[in-house]
């Protein structure tokens, strides 16, 4: 006889369903958004057999979960995964891939797969705050950044917004007060030229929120495609069998526009192809340095 995996009683079994069973009492209790918490747990729950049978693929899996529950960040992660680096491990250098400073007087500096959390990352980002400071304009290029550390993102935005700290907005909870959001000044170098962040439609999560604050507090355009849309800080639980799982437990507030990009992600100010974005980029600041001071 078949079962609800279309398996024989002789084929190994998946995950076992109560896996999502102890899922959905976590998102039950955890989940930030109380409107939706139950309905989102219920349809796990119901679920759980036909989720068991995409296990132990986790991509399958969270691919079949996100059918249920439309928010990206609520998913089973890999066991081996460290907090900020799910995407084939922790990244070296604190996620900074690439600093180059191009002929016209930019430098680029991407961002990806994630950034780590500061304790790894801080030294990489003084180092490339410090190789970026002579350039005229700065391009952050966050078409391949899926996510990073909400401390790391503080630091970033100091990196950008000047010496003192910028109060960016603030972090609801459910059942504690919330707390405040604000720009970590304390890597010492402080770029005050023109700046560009790069996005694509799967820019996501940490990534998102480097563009969303920089655009809305105007210190930065953002050029090339809308973005994922995952606005919500998450925290990781325990599953049986030694899963593990993140689950949104808050909601970013900012404070320049009074919400977040959550399901709606980053809108560009100038919407191009990810192909194209960096080309837009230079053409701007190009312009911009030679526009009359």
Sequence with gaps: MADACGMTNDTPAGAPAD?????????????????VAPEYAHRIREHADALSCSMPDIDATNAALHRLVPDRHLSLRRPTASAAGQHRGAPPAGGINRLEHLDDGVCVVAIHPVFTGPVQARAYLRAAAQLAAPAEGLVLDLRRCYGGDTNTAALIHGWLLGPEPVRIGRFEHRGRPSTDYTSDPSLGWHFRGPVRVLTSSTTFSGGEDLAY??????????????TAGGAHPVEHFSLPGGQICQIPVARSVIDATGTNWEATGVTPDTTCSAQTALDHAIAELTTHAASPK
């Excluded at 899922?23 to 409107?35: G, P, R």
């Design 213 to 226: 604050v920089l655009q809305s507090l105007g210190r930065a355009r953002v050029i090339g495609e809308q």
């Design 19 to 35: 896996l999502f069973i102890a899922l959905a009492a976590l998102v039950d209790e955890h989940y930030i958004l109380l409107d």
